[in-house]
């Protein structure tokens, strides 16, 4: 039996254009005591970084796959493929490295072998939507000796800041932000710098605050004002909003805010809607506010982006813009009073009425949202994964080898631990 144990340092959360580092420990865990029968042999292990893409076929009409390319023998248990089993398709892939070959370890030894591998800037972000998901996983293959390979998947999160794509580290180090009291290695100057640059653009973005002002009407007259002192957000960061009903001439008698997620599929690639089919546009609610706010002069209300949310993005196949979705009801009546005079001459009872006609609308405000410059810290703690998640392989086994059995383990706030052991 041999375990392999494999550590994120950082944690399952990643910039696009940072480098991942993952430290892989393989160790024979007989006693020493053992005889050297009990030797254990691996002929290589091979990790790689790929970006998994599944379309919902009732949203989303795909091209048919192109035939002049055909695959390396996908059928062959001795190839490395990381995405064989996956549903979907590869759309992105790093070249895949060889972490060692013909390993031998006696009872009690163990190896460890660093994979280092810089996230592909130009990928979309990890989501995972009702039309699309957008999946990222670190794949480790290992092979014993005249068996099949056994893949064990570490699933990531991606996070893409639009404006990267084009920045280049600089050569010079007078240049580039360092702490003179840390030891970096080049690798991790640039990432230092990369994270630094992202959240500095960021932060430049989402701190300019100035009151944006909408009036808000019906086909009668004037609702209310809605007042917002800024449209970009950090995830993690809660929406602030006013409402001025005050000045209103149209009685409102209840509203509601709700923070949504529309993802929407390109006009080339929707599938032509029926009758009663499946609508290309789907909208997420994160966070709602509802409010009875007759007789209301001035309310406000906050809402929470969530850390595990995606920020906005946009591909060839699918988009992902976020909005403040308003919902209002008001009377028809003109100047509704439901409240007795202050000052009577005599007691008299007074009832409010049974009935009040009443109309709806709706109205949205687009808005914008980033990633949060702590990514790896603050969002690792918030993975939407399982803490653990155990699988047995029941692939049958040639003659002379045993059944694989394997365990991957993710902690939220410790590092990634993957496990499996080959027995």
């Not at 990928?123 to 996983?137: C, D, H, L, T, W």
């Not at 084009?166 to 050569?171: A, E, G, H, I, S």
């Not at 009832?351 to 109205?363: H, K």
Request: glycine letters at 6%; hydrophobic letters at 35%; proline letters at 10%.
């Amino acid at each position: 039996m041999i375990e392999v144990v494999a550590e994120l340092s950082r944690g399952p959360v990643f910039l696009a254009g940072e480098a991942l580092e993952c430290v892989v420990t393989v160790t024979n865990p007989l006693p020493p005591t053992a005889t050297s029968a009990s030797s254990e042999a691996l002929a290589w292990a091979s990790a790689q970084i790929h970006c998994q893409f599944h379309a919902s076929e009732s949203r989303v009409a795909l091209p048919p796959p192109d035939s002049s390319q055909p695959e390396v023998q996908p059928e062959s248990q001795t190839v490395f493929l990381p995405h064989r089993g996956e549903r979907g398709q590869c759309i992105l892939s790093t070249p895949p490295k060889i972490l060692f070959c013909d390993l031998r370890l006696d009872p009690g030894e163990s190896k460890s072998y660093s994979y280092s591998e810089v996230l592909p800037i130009e990928g979309p972000p990890s989501f995972r939507g009702q039309s699309v998901k957008y999946v990222y996983k670190l794949t480790i293959g290992c092979q014993r000796v005249n068996s099949p390979i056994t893949l064990l998947r570490v699933p990531l999160r991606v996070l893409v800041l639009t404006g990267l794509q084009d920045v280049r580290f600089p050569q010079d180090e007078a240049v580039a932000p360092s702490s003179p009291f840390l030891e970096e290695d080049e690798g991790g100057k640039k990432d230092s710098w990369l994270a630094e640059l992202a959240g500095e653009r960021l932060m430049a973005a989402t701190s300019c605050r100035s009151l944006h002002l909408y009036n808000i009407s019906d086909g009668r007259g004037k609702v209310g004002t809605f007042g917002i002192f800024k449209s970009v957000y950090r995830l993690g960061e809660d929406v602030v909003g006013t409402l001025n009903l005050g000045e209103g001439t149209v009685a409102c008698l209840q509203f509601s805010v709700s923070l949504q997620t529309e993802e929407r599929v390109q006009p080339e690639y929707q599938r032509r809607r029926r009758t009663g089919g499946v609508p290309s546009v789907s909208h997420v609610t994160h966070a709602r506010h509802q409010e009875s706010c007759l007789h209301t002069t001035r309310t406000s209300f906050s809402l929470p982006i969530p850390l595990s949310s995606t920020p906005g993005f946009c591909t060839a196949i699918v988009s992902l813009k976020w909005r403040l979705h308003f919902e209002f009801v008001t009377s028809r009546e003109p100047g509704l009073v439901l409240l007795p005079p202050l000052e009577q001459p005599e007691p008299v009872t007074w009832t409010g009425p049974e009935q009040v006609p009443v109309d709806t609308f709706s109205w949205d405000l687009p808005i914008k949202s980033g990633y949060t410059p702590a990514v790896p810290p603050c969002c690792s703690s918030h993975s939407p994964w399982p803490s653990v998640v155990t699988h047995v392989s029941q692939q049958p086994t040639p003659t002379g080898c045993r059944q694989v059995q394997w365990k991957q383990s993710l902690r939220s706030h410790d590092s990634p631990r993957v496990k499996y052991f080959p027995s």
